[in-house]
Nanobody
């Protein structure tokens, strides 16, 4: 069992920046960030493979950066130029696959086995 704990969520103005962190209890090959708004499906937004290959959904490309620090079992999400539509609960997820599954897998829990509790990001206009 892998425990994931997120932090860094906050309330910011549009155009602002935040960095989210996710500390894992142990190493996992694939790690990813998802977000969810009440009443909507969970959306995968970024993933990073065991070899550092990253994938982003179009809505965050150029604004968000996912990185990992394997020495400390920590995943980061650097978010810039935040928009009100980025408001959501952000969760990290992981799986032992060396190559991350598609971020559009439905439901994501089929492929991403381990999940954190989430951290809230609120962007005001």
């Amino acid at each position: 069992q892998v425990q994931l704990v997120e932090s860094g969520g906050d309330s910011v103005q549009a155009g602002g920046s935040l960095r989210l962190s996710c500390v894992a209890s142990t190493y996992t090959a694939c790690m990813a960030w998802f977000r969810q708004v009440p009443g909507k499906e969970r959306e995968g937004i970024a993933s990073v493979d065991s070899d550092g290959r990253t994938t982003y959904v179009d809505s965050v490309k150029g604004r968000f950066t996912i990185t990992r620090d394997d020495a400390n079992h920590t995943l980061y999400l650097e978010m810039r130029s935040l928009k009100p539509e980025d408001t959501a609960m952000y969760s990290c997820a992981s799986t032992m696959y060396l190559r991350c599954p598609s971020l559009t897998t439905r439901p994501p829990s089929v492929q991403f086995i381990y999940w954190g509790q989430g951290t809230q990001v609120t962007v005001s206009s």
